[in-house]
């Protein structure tokens, strides 16, 4: 394991130390885990933006998409437990 010098204002230290205390870790266990949880959290955005990039380049290729009032009538009817047929893409240019 490396050793990183890391400055920060004691306000924060403070917040992080509580709330290590209340979880019963260390303050140090503590900052480790939201160093992890906000680089994995920065990792799925990063991964989310290029999904969506994607899927905008696919919709602008094809020209195909789903009506909106379609996908919110399937989403309504799986919330409510009731059997929906997936909507169909359209063509969406003129």
């Keep these: 394991m490396s050793t990183t010098s890391l400055k920060i204002p004691e306000d924060v ?3 992080a130390v509580a709330a290590a205390k209340q979880q019963g870790i260390t303050p140090h266990a503590f900052m ?24 905008r380049a696919n ?12 996908v919110h009538a399937y989403l309504r009817a799986r919330a409510q437990g009731k ?10 240019r003129g």
């Design 32 to 55: 480790v885990d939201a160093i992890r949880v906000a680089a994995s959290n920065a990792e799925k955005h990063s991964r989310f933006v290029a999904d969506a990039l994607a899927a």
């Design 13 to 15: 230290k403070q917040l």
């Design 83 to 92: 059997p929906a047929a997936k909507p169909k893409a359209k063509s969406w």
């Design 59 to 70: 919709v602008l290729e094809s020209g195909k998409g789903y009506a909106a009032e379609d």
